[in-house]
Structure formats: C-alpha cells, structure tokens
C-alpha cells in the first residue's frame, strides 16, 4: 500500500516561498498520479495541482497558476511542490495523494485519489 509523507511546510512573510516534498515510504511512485490538495479552516478541500506517473503532463487550480510548480523525481520516490509568491489566502494544510493510473494518461484533480498523506501546515503571514 502506498504511504505518502509530506514535508517543508511551515510560516512564511507575503511574497515568500516554500518547497513541498511528498515522500513515498516504501513502494515506487512510478505507477501513482500525484496530486497536492490543500484544506483552510472552515472551507472545503481543493485542489491545487497534479502531476501524471512521467511528469510530463501537469495541470493546476487557476488561483495558483504562475505561482506554483509541480515536479516529481521518480528515482527518489518524491513529488515537489514548488511555491513562490505567496499569499495569505495561500495558508492551509497541504495534502498530497496518489492515484494509481496507467502509463500515459494524464491526472485530473477532480478524480478520486485513494493514498493520502497525513498534510502540513502552510501559514502565510506578516
């Protein structure tokens, strides 16, 4: 069973960066759609960017498009989530998850990812 671990969150000023790493415990990432989600208190969860098994194909939520970039190194069993340019509305708890799909398909943050991480903490704050 996949265990994802997600790392490098934490408290950073408006206009600010932080780097994401998603860690697959044990088994290979190769076979997994990756997607990071992110939750703020009171509102739902979201979407924000995923990643198919090769990493050529990306997508992303509108609302971090320019800011935000998704990578993955599949030799270390780890997704990347590159963020620059942060705003408060940015802060959440910040998921990733993966989706077990076949080579060349593309992923789609609407599908249903079945592995999650436990998340961490994004504050965005002066």
């Known amino acids: 069973q996949l265990q994802l671990v997600e790392s490098g969150g934490g408290l950073v000023q408006p206009g600010g960066s932080l780097r994401l790493s998603c860690a697959a415990s044990?088994?290979?990432?190769?076979?997994?759609?990756i997607g990071w989600f992110r939750q703020a208190p009171g509102k739902e969860r979201e979407g924000v960017s995923c990643?198919?098994?090769?990493?050529?194909?990306?997508k992303y939520a509108d609302s971090v498009k320019g800011r935000f970039t998704i990578s993955r190194d599949n030799a270390k069993k780890t997704v990347y989530l590159q963020m620059n340019s942060l705003k408060p509305e940015d802060t959440a708890v910040y998921y990733c998850?993966?989706?077990?799909?076949?080579?060349?398909?593309?992923?789609?943050?609407?599908?249903?990812?079945?592995?999650w991480g436990q998340g961490t903490q994004v504050t965005v704050s002066s």
């Open positions: 998850a993966g989706r077990q799909t076949p080579y060349g398909v593309g992923c789609d943050l609407l599908d249903e990812y079945g592995y």
């Open positions: 990643i198919s098994r090769g990493g050529g194909r990306t």
């Open positions: 044990q088994f290979t990432l190769d076979y997994y759609v």
